[in-house]
Nanobody
Framework: QVQLVESGGGLVQAGDSLKLSCAAS????????MGWFRQAPGKEREFVAV????????YYADSVKGRFTISRDNAKNTVYLQMNSLKPEDTDVYYC???????????????????WGQGTQVTVSS
């Protein structure tokens, strides 16, 4: 099992930037994808970005492509989500997740992930 702790959320204005961090413990060679999702109250969890752990390949939701960047620091076992040009519609709770079941592709569905962090709130004011 992978333990995940997110941090870095906050209240910002439209156009600002934030960098979320996800500290992971228990990461092994059987950790295949690390992803970021977001969820608003009463809505389904939405895919944001994923990094395939062994290849470093990344993939983004269309709504954040060109504005958000997923990256990692292997030495710190930390995954980041750099969010630029934030919009009010980016307001959500952001979750980090680990996939230990799908080694051959980048998982983009929340049901494909095994471990989740507690989430960090991002609020973007207009």
């Amino acid at each position: 099992q992978v333990q995940l702790v997110e941090s870095g959320g906050g209240l910002v204005q439209a156009g600002d930037s934030l960098k979320l961090s996800c500290a992971a413990s228990g990461v092994t060679s059987s950790t295949y994808n690390m992803g970021w999702f977001r969820q608003a109250p009463g809505k389904e969890r939405e895919f944001v970005a994923v990094m395939h752990w062994s290849t470093g390949s990344t993939y983004y939701a269309d709504s954040v492509k060109g504005r958000f960047t997923i990256s990692r620091d292997n030495a710190k076992n930390t995954v980041y989500l750099q969010m630029n040009s934030l919009k009010p519609e980016d307001t959500d709770v952001y979750y980090c997740a680990a996939d230990r079941s799908h080694p051959l592709y980048m998982a983009v569905r929340d049901r494909e992930y095994d471990d989740w962090g507690q989430g960090t709130q991002v609020t973007v004011s207009s």
